[in-house]
C-alpha cells in the first residue's frame, strides 16, 4: 500500500511511519519544513514538503494521487494559540479530506481528540481546540466519497507501548501511550471495515488487532 500521513513529523506519525514501513508499506508525510525530512527518511518514509495551512486543494490532492490511504495526524500543538486550533486542528483537516476526496483516495484515517465537539463550550485554547478537532470531524463524516475512520484517543504518554488497548465508540477517559496510537493507527489503515466509526481509544486488556478485528465486526 501507498500511505499519506499529513503532520509526518509529529510524534504519532514518526511512529507510525516506522510501523508502516516496516511491513514494507510504501509511506510518505506531509511536512512543513524541509528541515525535518532527514526524520523521515530515517523512519521509512518519503517527506514531502507542503504547508497544509497555506496550500490548495489541488495541490494537496496532487500529492495524494495514486495512494491507497490517507492520515490526518497534523496538529498545531499544545504550545500553539487558538488561531492555529483553526487553521490547523480544523483547517488543514477539511482541506486533507477535500483533497482526498479530489485525487479519488477512499481510505481515509483522522487522528481526533477524545472530547472533540463542535459544539463544547469554553474560552480557554483547549476548549477552541476540541470545538476546532470536532467542527473537522463532522466535515470528514459529511464526505460520502471517503471511507473514513475517526480515532480519538485518551491522554497521550510517552511510555512504552503495551499492545493492549479498549477500542470503542465510548470507552471513558484514559490514557495511552503513542506507540500504541499509532500500532490501531497501522491496523485501522488496513480494515477498510472500520469505516464510518468513530473510535475512542485508551489503554486495556485487548491485543491491539483483536480489538480492530471486534470493532469492525460490530
Given at each position: 500500500m501507498r500511505i499519506v500521513i499529513a503532520g509526518g513529523h509529529g510524534q504519532i506519525a514518526l511512529r507510525l511511519e516506522r510501523l508502516l514501513a516496516g511491513r514494507g508499506d510504501e509511506v510518505a508525510g506531509i511536512v512543513r519544513r524541509a528541515e525535518q525530512s532527514d526524520d523521515l527518511r530515517a523512519a521509512g518514509a518519503e517527506p514531502i514538503v507542503l504547508d497544509l495551512e497555506s496550500a490548495s486543494v489541488e495541490e494537496v490532492a496532487e500529492r495524494l494521487r495514486g495512494a491507497d490511504a490517507a492520515v490526518f495526524a497534523a496538529g498545531a500543538g499544545p504550545g500553539s494559540g487558538a488561531?492555529?486550533?483553526?487553521?490547523?486542528?480544523?483547517?488543514?483537516?477539511?482541506?486533507?479530506?477535500d483533497a482526498a476526496v479530489r485525487a479519488g483516495v477512499r481510505r481515509h484515517v483522522v487522528v481526533s481528540s477524545m472530547g472533540a465537539d463542535a459544539s463544547h463550550k469554553g474560552d480557554e485554547v483547549f476548549d477552541v481546540y476540541l470545538r476546532a478537532k470536532g467542527e473537522a470531524d463532522d466535515h470528514v463524516r459529511r464526505q460520502e466519497a471517503l471511507d473514513w475512520t475517526i480515532l480519538r484517543p485518551g491522554a497521550l504518554t510517552d511510555d512504552a507501548g503495551?499492545?493492549?488497548?479498549?477500542?470503542?465508540?465510548?470507552?471513558?477517559?484514559?490514557?495511552?501511550?503513542?506507540?500504541?496510537?499509532?500500532?490501531?493507527?497501522?491496523?485501522?489503515?488496513?480494515?477498510s471495515a472500520t469505516a464510518g466509526l468513530t473510535l475512542e481509544l485508551v489503554s486495556g486488556s485487548t491485543p491491539v488487532s483483536v480489538a480492530v478485528k471486534s470493532v469492525a465486526g460490530n
Open positions: 488561531g492555529r486550533k483553526d487553521t490547523v486542528d480544523k483547517g488543514a483537516a477539511v482541506l486533507f479530506a503495551t499492545g493492549l488497548v479498549r477500542l470503542e465508540a465510548h470507552t471513558g477517559r484514559g490514557t495511552v501511550p503513542r506507540d500504541d496510537v499509532a500500532a490501531v493507527l497501522a491496523e485501522l489503515v488496513d480494515t
